[in-house]
């Protein structure tokens, strides 16, 4: 798929800073992104959503340092907006409104209704979560494969 910019959830975004079997096309979108190819974008809420997992993935031992995986990623999301590469989806009032729409809608979870609604503007959505994805699909997003 070529796509000029793409909207990550935090399933995608984990994948760049812990070895995982998606780990290796996320690296590519990174690096697409680094030298100006593709921009990349996530909501302001992803940022917790990435502590919460890196704390879970120390707890169960899958990584040793979560603290400084977690700095990693802020360096790079903070070099990656100052190239315009990145951008980071405010998380406001309007934001959530429609997320609620869909949390109605669809039963789902607020983190995952405001990756819906955050990723709108992007051309593709990825996300790792099946039944997310067929949700996204559902309220006409572009899919990234």
């Known amino acids: 798929m070529s796509v000029q910019s793409i909207y990550l959830d935090t399933s995608a975004i984990v994948k760049r800073y812990v070895i995982e079997e998606e780990s290796a096309s996320i690296d590519a979108l990174y690096e697409k992104a680094h030298i100006g190819k593709l ?4 909501s302001i809420w992803n940022i917790g959503e990435v ?3 890196l704390d879970k993935y120390e707890r169960r031992g899958i ?3 979560a603290k400084a995986i977690f700095m990693k990623f ?9 190239l315009n590469q990145l951008k980071l989806i405010p998380l406001n009032i309007d934001v959530l409104a429609k997320a609620i729409g869909y ?12 990756q819906l ?3 709108k503007e992007f051309e593709a ?7 997310l994805a067929q949700i996204a699909e559902v309220e006409g997003l572009k899919l990234a494969t």
Do not use: M, P, Q, W
Request: no cysteine; charged share 25%.
């Open 63 to 65: 990584v040793k340092d």
């Open 51 to 53: 502590a919460v997992v």
């Open 125 to 131: 959505f990825l996300t790792y979560d099946r039944k």
């Open 39 to 42: 921009k990349i974008g996530f």
């Open 117 to 119: 609604v955050s990723a």
């Open 103 to 114: 949390i109605f809608k669809h039963g789902i979870y607020v983190a995952d209704a405001i």
């Open 74 to 82: 802020i360096g790079e999301t903070r070099l990656l907006v100052k």
